[in-house]
């Protein structure tokens, strides 16, 4: 017998397969697909940030092991590949980070995809505990699956 979360977290996945099949044309805003809903979310449309589907992430030498469990497993599912580890953070589509002391759960986390030079984009996410930054990865995956094109993601910053 399936358990609630399970049933809700393939619930959402199929929705957002409905959303990919559909090919629509217009960028999905994070606060109009993240399932769960995150307490705050905030996309600017007028700023649009481009990702590579290949990214390069940068992660602090402590956050290393971390990070590139998450990516293992990012890149295995399918859902996302071509994902690898760089030393360079300023050539890094994504950065990565562990800060701070964990409250609660240690499930928070805090996502923001910058708009550079040229629309280049950088996705910065950083939790209290690596448990947070597992979700921060499940949360940008829809964002970033949502909004793929053939040649990258467009995605509103935020």
């Known amino acids: 017998m399936m358990n609630k979360g399970r049933f809700y977290r393939m619930a959402a996945w199929l ?28 996309s600017d449309r007028s700023a649009v940030a481009r990702l590579p ?7 602090p030498e402590k956050d290393v092991p971390a990070v590139e469990a998450l990516l293992n497993v990012l890149n295995a599912q399918g859902v996302l590949s071509g994902l690898s580890m760089t030393g360079d953070r300023d050539s890094a589509d994504v950065v990565c980070s562990v800060e701070g002391t964990p409250a609660g759960t240690g499930e928070g986390y805090e996502a923001r995809l910058d708009a550079g030079q040229g629309g280049r984009g950088v996705l910065r996410m950083k939790a209290a505990a690596p448990r947070g930054l ?13 909004n793929r094109k053939e040649d990258g993601c467009s995605v509103p910053g935020g």
Do not use: I, K
């Open 15 to 42: 929705a957002l397969a409905g959303f990919l099949n559909a090919g629509m044309a217009e960028m999905l805003p994070a606060e109009d697909m993240l399932l769960p809903a995150p307490s705050a979310c905030r």
């Open 53 to 59: 589907l290949r990214l390069a992430v940068y992660a």
């Open 134 to 146: 597992c979700y921060a990865w499940q949360s940008m995956v829809q964002v970033l699956t949502a």
